[in-house]
């Protein structure tokens, strides 16, 4: 059974930091290019990072550029998204997402994390 699993949602200041987790199982990992969105309420949801299978490649929302930074650990089967500098604008539930091809909107995504809320408070 194919699935992903976030953790690491929160309750944090403005200003703080935090880190979701979100662990890929059933899936030949590496071979998909995972990402993160988010949808705030009364919003639609988001595209806020993308990381190709290698590591390397990389590519971020002007809204969370420079703050947030995705990684992923293949060997863990697992993606990371370090959160700093947190505004309450970032307030919203945060998905994991897994796409085979282009990762660039919700419709390209094959594979959805059952969502974690982040809650920034002032």
């Known amino acids: 059974q194919v699935q992903l699993v976030e953790s690491g949602g929160g309750l944090v200041q403005a200003g703080g930091s935090l880190r979701l987790s979100c662990a890929a199982s059933?899936?030949?990992?590496?071979?998909?290019?995972m990402g993160w969105f988010r949808q705030a309420p009364g919003k639609e949801r988001e595209f806020v990072a993308r990381?190709?299978?290698?590591?390397?490649?990389?590519y971020y929302a002007d809204s969370v550029k420079s703050r947030f930074t995705i990684s992923r650990d293949n060997a863990k089967n697992t993606v990371y998204l370090q959160m700093n500098s947190l505004q309450r604008e970032d307030t919203a539930v945060y998905y994991c997402?897994?796409?085979?091809?282009?990762?660039?909107?919700?419709?390209?995504?094959?594979?959805w994390g059952q969502g974690s809320q982040v809650t920034v408070s002032s």
């Open positions: 059933g899936l030949t990992f590496s071979r998909y290019i």
């Open positions: 990381i190709r299978g290698s590591g390397i490649l990389t």
């Open positions: 997402a897994g796409a085979s091809g282009a990762l660039g909107a919700a419709k390209d995504v094959d594979l």
